[in-house]
């Protein structure tokens, strides 16, 4: 499930489930309104049911939800209770992009974070206070800016756009690097940091990244430790078909 006009996510995704695994998609919308109102109408109930019933009959072993931005908004708790009723009306398990982060993180057996956030600062001010309130110390915030936003200011940020500065918190971060936001497209970006001789970075998990382990994991797979998926011994890094990240 995700936000209309997010295509960061499925390509992504393509990359990172590995065969027999598929996936398929479905749209997350709102009424419009301001950026509170909009991200509050992707987690509405009836709109999220909708969203679930648009799948028919395809037997799914869990649904990723690949929205962190409400999460950080209407907090864990509501978040929760919300998708805790949606399991138990549908029979399926629903897997939240900030529960795979917080998921990825428990296994680093960390308690600390380098937060990375292509939000807006208001986005980017809830989404520190959600990961404080989750129990993590936040040990630095990298706000990524896009100077030509175009229909959206997070879609619309390239790779090439945010490779310097994701670099640059990797070479100097002590924490794992935590990238939110599964509109951003960064896993180029992260391949070449974690494959660089020139770079000792931390460990770095996107929203994607961490959403695809544990819908992985859901449907059995094995290979989901954290250095299987968050650092330079990544199984994904050395067995993606050359060309499939750029």
Sequence with gaps: MVPYGNFATEWELSVLMSKPSFFITTRLTDNGGDIQQRLSDYFHPERLAKAVESFGSTPLNAIGVACSSTSYFIGSENEARIFSGLGERYGTQFIRAAEAMKSGLDALGTRSVELVSPYPAAITE????????????????????????????????????????????????TSPILITGTGLSSLPVIQRILTSSRLASPPILS????????????????????????????????????????
């Design 126 to 173: 809830r989404c520190v206070e959600y990961w404080q309130q989750m129990g993590f110390r936040v040990t630095g915030v990298c706000q990524l800016q896009n100077p030509n936003p175009g229909f959206h200011s997070i879609y619309t940020l390239t790779p090439s756009d945010v490779e310097d500065t994701l670099a640059e918190v990797a070479s100097r971060a």
């Design 207 to 246: 929203s994607t990244l961490c959403l695809a382990r544990s819908l992985l994991a859901a449907g059995g797979a094995q290979a989901v430790s954290p250095a299987d998926w968050f650092t330079r011994d990544a199984g994904w890094l050395h067995s993606t078909p050359a060309g499939a990240i750029r």
